[in-house]
């Protein structure tokens, strides 16, 4: 059974850091395109970064370009996102994804982590 697994999530004050993880099992991803997207309260899930099976090509959200920084580790099957600077508009519940495209629309996005909350407090 194929599963993504986000950790790392949790209460942080506004400034802080945070560093999520994503680990695949049931598959290997290491030729997948890997994702993270969030949902806030009442939002609809968006796209936050993505980043190339190759690792030689990311891509940022505008609204969190420059604070949080998206890596991967194939042998471990895993994908990070590293979050700095965080605001209170960060919060939402942050899900993984691993897809066969390197893309920002969910549609391409085939495999889903449960989800990982994120509060950022003022």
């Known amino acids: 059974q194929v599963q993504l697994v986000e950790s790392g999530g949790g209460l942080v004050q506004a400034g802080g850091s945070l560093r999520l993880s994503c680990a695949a099992s049931g598959r290997t991803f290491s030729t997948y395109t890997r994702a993270w997207f969030r949902q806030a309260p009442g939002k609809e899930r968006e796209f936050v970064a993505v980043?190339?099976?190759?690792?030689?090509?990311?891509d940022y959200a505008d609204s969190v370009r420059g604070r949080f920084t998206i890596s991967r580790d194939n042998a471990k099957n895993t994908v990070y996102l590293q979050m700095n600077s965080l605001k209170p508009e960060d919060t939402a519940v942050y899900y993984c994804?691993?897809?066969?495209?390197?893309?920002?629309?969910?549609?391409?996005?085939?495999?889903w982590g449960q989800g990982t909350q994120v509060t950022v407090s003022s």
């Open positions: 994804a691993a897809g066969p495209h390197l893309s920002a629309d969910r549609r391409a996005y085939s495999y």
């Open positions: 980043i190339s099976w190759s690792v030689s090509s990311t």
